[in-house]
């Protein structure tokens, strides 16, 4: 971090602790000066705009959340988080990725999702870390190596799965004191949140867990294993008599979208203490993928629209890997807003998508952003033109195929190799039928919206580019044609 960024990073911590003084008077003064110091408009700044019509309404769900997050949360965690993500990963952060871009003409990712280890405790159903068992592992210096780089290009935020990633919770807890500059969330079973590792996670300030559950009693013990539920409860309660944030993760199919798409289950969460839901969909990935479970169409339009119902009446923040797409425009792997290694060292564009060509043992950060798989998934973003229907595989199977194969990339599944027309083969009747009902929902959305995470992008599709560049604030990109001569030039 340089003077000047420092500078602005040393505004704004002060800024949030003149907060500290008279939250109600303060906050709208704290807002306008962060938007101050974004005068390019990026994503904080729009975001601050929502925000700031919330807190308007006393009785409003974004209010609450806000007095929540600030009354019930404890301080220093809250600090510590605020500096990490907002303030380097996002105004500090996101000018230094930009200018990354704009100088290599490659994705710089917004937020690392990495793997310390790919064991677990846990053998849940259709998940591929159960296949990998103890395997694999990143040492701490690799692990360290990355967020090093990372933070370098502009990347502070940094996401931990596995496998379970706390069985390597010494190891986490060292790279969070390590990098103090840093924000990390974990996704996590919860299992290892012991009441001594709660309080190491409160001492480090800049750690939160994810917790994995599939909906109440029944459902998450049916897929994770008798116990399992309680065992979650247990560390909530232990997080939250320590005043720290935490959120969920739910994985919703083909047998659980009722549960987890009811208010009555939202709600338990929200009593036990949980500030945001992270909804995912199942993808079918690895030998023991189990298709069945797949979300139908009908469920995920539930949980669509069961999204935007939790954000207009409670308050959690609450985001869908699929069904947002319409708010980030399209996919966002590939390193437009994050990218994925393994506990293996292979750099993937997505935590689903198991196809590499670069290895973080063989290969720098920005040398992995710039191969050849990872400038595809460039040029070939967005992959619809219906930002409802982002992925390359379970949207729009036949596109990871055609990265795969023009790139060279490798499949990484350790123990049941496949190519990707076959992933993408079990996906393509749910594909068609999801098709339909993503059309007629995007039809109804005149204004088409979407907010960018991270500047813009090269791009295939001029519609894309003219809508969304014209709406927000696109860096300086020289886009397809520059990102396909690179292409032309490292392959040869």
């Given at each position: 971090m340089n003077v000047k960024d420092k500078a602005k990073q040393v505004s704004l911590m002060k800024a949030y602790d003149y907060l500290d003084?008279?939250?109600?008077?303060?906050?709208?003064?704290?807002?306008?000066?962060?938007?101050?110091?974004?005068?390019?408009?990026?994503?904080?700044?729009?975001?601050?705009?929502?925000?700031?019509?919330?807190?308007?309404?006393?009785?409003?769900?974004?209010?609450?959340?806000?007095?929540?997050?600030?009354?019930?949360?404890?301080?220093?965690?809250?600090?510590?988080?605020?500096?990490?993500?907002?303030?380097?990963?996002?105004?500090?952060?996101?000018?230094?990725?930009?200018?990354?871009?704009?100088?290599?003409?490659?994705?710089?990712?917004?937020?690392?999702?990495?793997?310390?280890?790919?064991?677990?405790?846990?053998?849940?159903?259709?998940?591929?870390?159960?296949?990998?068992?103890?395997?694999?592992?990143?040492?701490?210096?690799?692990?360290?190596?990355?967020?090093?780089?990372?933070?370098?290009?502009?990347?502070?935020?940094?996401?931990?799965?596995?496998?379970e990633p706390l069985v390597r919770h010494k190891d986490v807890m060292k790279l969070c004191r390590n990098h103090p500059e840093c924000a990390f969330l974990s996704f996590t079973n919860a299992t290892?949140?012991?009441?001594?590792?709660?309080?190491?996670?409160?001492?480090?300030?800049?750690?939160?867990?994810?917790?994995?559950?599939?909906?109440?009693?029944?459902?998450?013990?049916?897929?994770?294993?008798?116990?399992?539920?309680?065992?979650?409860?247990?560390?909530?309660?232990?997080?939250?008599?320590r005043k720290l944030m935490f959120g969920i993760s739910c994985c919703y199919t083909s047998a659980n979208t009722d549960v987890i798409g009811s208010d009555a289950f939202i709600d338990e969460m929200i009593k036990e203490g949980a500030l945001f839901a992270w909804f995912f969909t199942y993808m079918p990935v690895g030998c023991i993928n189990v298709p069945a479970l797949i979300a139908k169409p009908e469920q995920r339009k539930h949980m669509y629209e069961f999204v935007r119902h939790i954000r207009q009446t409670r308050p959690l923040f609450a985001l869908d890997f699929w069904n947002d797409g319409d708010y980030v425009g399209g996919c966002i792997a590939g390193g437009r807003a994050y990218l994925h290694i393994n506990a293996n060292g292979d750099v993937e564009p997505c935590a689903f998508i198991h196809y590499s060509d670069s290895n973080v043992k063989e290969k720098t950060l920005l040398e992995a952003y710039q191969s050849p798989l990872f400038m595809a998934y460039r040029r070939h973003q967005p992959f619809n033109k219906n930002m409802l229907r982002p992925c390359p595989v379970l949207d729009n199977p036949g596109e990871l195929t055609r990265i795969v194969k023009e790139s060279?990339?490798?499949?990484?599944?350790?123990?049941?190799?496949?190519?990707?027309?076959?992933?993408?083969?079990?996906?393509?009747d749910e594909a068609k039928l999801w098709a339909d009902v993503a059309d007629a929902i995007w039809a109804d959305d005149p204004k088409k919206r979407g907010i960018l995470l991270k500047g813009k992008m090269a791009t295939k599709n001029p519609d894309y580019a003219s809508q969304y560049a014209n709406q927000f604030h696109p860096i300086a990109d020289k886009t397809k044609g520059d990102a396909e001569k690179l292409h032309s030039t490292k392959t040869k």
């Open positions: 003084k008279d939250f109600d008077t303060n906050l709208p003064k704290l807002l306008k000066a962060i938007k101050k110091l974004d005068p390019s408009g990026h994503a904080i700044s729009r975001q601050i705009n929502i925000v700031e019509k919330g807190i308007q309404d006393k009785d409003n769900n974004w209010n609450q959340f806000l007095h929540i997050l600030w009354n019930d949360i404890d301080d220093n965690q809250r600090r510590m988080l605020f500096k990490g993500a907002i303030v380097n990963g996002s105004v500090i952060g996101t000018p230094i990725a930009e200018k990354y871009q704009e100088k290599y003409h490659c994705n710089v990712p917004w937020a690392i999702l990495m793997d310390p280890t790919s064991a677990c405790n846990l053998k849940c159903i259709g998940c591929w870390a159960a296949e990998y068992g103890h395997a694999l592992n990143l040492t701490y210096e690799e692990l360290d190596s990355i967020i090093t780089q990372g933070e370098k290009m502009g990347t502070y935020v940094y996401i931990l799965s596995g496998g290892f949140i012991t009441d001594e590792l709660a309080d190491e996670i409160k001492e480090v300030g800049n750690f939160v867990p994810a917790i994995s559950v599939e909906g109440f009693e029944e459902a998450t013990d049916a897929r994770r294993g008798k116990g399992t539920y309680q065992a979650v409860i247990a560390a909530m309660k232990r997080l939250k008599a060279g990339a490798h499949s990484t599944d350790l123990l049941s190799p496949e190519p990707a027309k076959a992933f993408c083969d079990r996906c393509v």
